[in-house]
């Protein structure tokens, strides 16, 4: 899977929007854009997922640069469990398996 | 939901003993795996099975076995617990084993190994 790289740690206030940005300059055409987080003490959580387009679920959207190279996950309004570390992800078609990274630790502050 | 559902959260063995964790999940899901995750290692894939009786060797599978003898269950088991097994124990569930499929987490065993 190609590399991604996110910044070590972000903070935001509760209820503002928080932007975290993935590079992923290496990205081939089949490889799907994966974010997880994981609290502390549990597994990681599925995120959102997108190749292409800008995808929107009940959790985040997920912006995509048109040339693929980058991507941002976008939390709306951020509350206090939204702390957590987040990973992004490349996955190719035919992957099977995770590799994680190191993450972005979101701090949020009341 | 989905829930995968791991059998213990924190788990003490010794040295030498045969360990099981066990891993629900609830979504009739084709594919589950098992991970270790480790401070600075990040998740590596010790096993992963895509159907019943079915199983493929992840990146770090040696001192591991599995079992998936029924859909909803996969098992990890440590033949001979040793110390550097101590880690966190992850099972994931996916509906199909492509690349666009989300993973769907338990909240994990902390294993150590004394």
């Known amino acids: 899977d190609a590399k991604t790289t996110q910044p070590n740690s972000m903070e935001s206030n509760e209820e503002e929007p928080v932007h975290l940005p993935c590079n992923h300059s290496?990205?081939?055409?089949?490889?799907?854009i994966h974010w997880y987080r994981q609290l502390p003490s549990q597994g990681p959580e599925y995120v959102i997922h997108?190749?292409?387009s800008n995808v929107n679920n009940r959790m985040a959207s997920l912006a995509i640069a048109e040339d693929r190279k980058s991507s941002t996950l976008i939390l709306h309004r951020a509350t206090l469990r939204d702390a957590a570390v987040y990973y992004c992800?490349?996955?190719?078609?035919?992957?099977?398996?995770?590799?994680f990274g190191a993450g972005t630790r979101l701090t949020v502050k009341p | 939901d989905v829930k995968v559902t791991q059998s213990s959260r924190y788990l003490v063995k010794r040295t030498g003993e045969k360990v099981f964790l066990e891993c629900v999940q609830d979504m009739d899901h084709e594919n589950m795996f098992w991970y270790r995750q480790d401070p600075g290692l990040g998740l590596r894939l010790i096993y992963f099975s895509y159907d019943v009786k079915m199983k493929e060797k992840g990146d770090i599978p040696e001192g591991y076995s599995v079992s998936r003898e029924k859909k909803e269950r996969f098992s990890l088991i440590l033949e001979s617990a040793s110390t550097n097994q101590t880690s966190m124990y992850l099972c994931a569930s996916s509906l199909y084993g492509q690349g666009n499929q989300p993973q769907h987490f338990g909240d994990g065993t902390r294993l150590s190994i004394l």
């Open positions: 997108g190749l292409t």
């Open positions: 290496t990205i081939s055409g089949t490889d799907y």
């Open positions: 992800i490349l996955r190719s078609y035919n992957n099977n398996d995770m590799r």
